[in-house]
């Protein structure tokens, strides 16, 4: 017997049920960025690795799918370099593209490449798919779509506080509890100035930045193994442990990072946002949390991440500000701030509350029963009025027995079906029954049509 085949772990297929509902997803979040001015645009599966690598810090480039080059991409490479097993450099010789790992590195490229068709500032937004070399595990996949809005050419906090708005009103169009967490990496520079460890500024953030998920101990013990001393951890713990209000937190850490002008910037900045969507009244909570840190390199002002409420799962929505990226690709002085919508998150969460309207489902709703050519001939027109009418229907293709075309609506959830024999094709009509009740009537095309739509 064949092996059954299988799909690479961290990917998944998607029935037409599940297509229905993320359909529902990628809609929704679609007409929010419409209503707020973006614009859709496209880019590549793939880009070349040179766009890609030292973006993300270098425990992104080790999660970066790598494409070898094609034909023989052996061609040139020593043995003795196959001998050393130097993975970084081997892939260096033999991968000139990778698969995205985001959209926004590719969105950055995308308008140094197209500078002169731009009118800044560029509201754009993009939904495709993103790869990962992650390990999968609940919630986590190599393979997912993100859901990205980025504004660049202004520096203006109003973005900033109209993403807020954006996430806020996405997630209560899907009834989904939130919590919208505030961070700026000028108050994270700030902290590791006021402990003396500016140079371990990434190293204080991917540690602090896990919180969350490994506990308080852990992080201290990896920021410790990053040669960050004692005294500076001890220093560090107040204010990863700071709790309180949000006006209470930043009075706090005003105070704390007087010394610091970068720290006091972010500060300020997160007041702005913070006093702005508390006047706006966003639905969801608002929460400052200063061991966000998103761990990327490219973010450079305030920073976003959501948690669902009432779901176990990680981050569903994250962003920021990142004033250098554009500059990386020969572009200085260009400003963007964005978010990205976690839509498979957003599939799992949903799922597991059961918040999808019933009219996500977008199946057949008339099936013609087939009895042969004569009567299928007869069928065919009133099918075609019924779908011009919006009906989404269909005729079974094979003349078989009413049973098994009675087990294929069924199966389907088709909620009605048309019969039409000989008596029916005589009277210039057609027998609808309802599957959910049984009930059967005799009908005329146009009644069909005003029973089903109703």
Known sequence: MATKPGIPKGTRDFSPVEMAKRNYIFDTIK?????????????????NLSTLMGKYGEEGDKLLFKILNSGNFLSGVEQSELAEENANRLAARLCEKGLRYDLTVPFARYVVQHREELTMPFKRYQIQPVWRADRPQKGRYREFYQCDADVVGSDSLLNEVELMQIIDTVFSKF??????????????????EMIGEVEKIIDI????????????????????????????????????????????????????LAGSETGLKGIEECKFVLDTVTDLGLKNEVELDLTLARGLNYYTGCIFEVKALDVEIGSITGGGRYDNLTGIFGMPGVSGVGISFGADRIFDVLNQLDLYPKETATGTELLFVNFGQAEAAYCLPLMAQARQAGVRCEIYPDSTKMKKQMAYANAKAVPFVAIAGENEMNEGKITLKDMATGEQRLVTA?????????
């Open 31 to 47: 007409k929010v960025y419409a209503l707020y001015g973006f614009q859709q645009i496209e880019t590549p599966a793939m880009e």
């Open 175 to 192: 009834g989904i509890r939130v919590c919208i967490k505030l961070n700026n990496r000028k108050i994270l520079t700030g902290i590791a």
């Open 205 to 256: 953030t991917v540690a602090i930045d896990k919180l969350d998920k490994i506990g308080l101990d852990n992080v201290n013990a990896e920021l410790a193994a990053a040669g960050i001393n004692e005294e500076s951890i001890a220093r560090l713990q107040p204010i990863i442990q700071l709790s309180g209000t949000n006006q209470e937190k930043l009075k706090v850490m005003k105070r704390v």
């Open 446 to 454: 146009d009644e069909m049509i005003n029973i089903i739509k109703k």
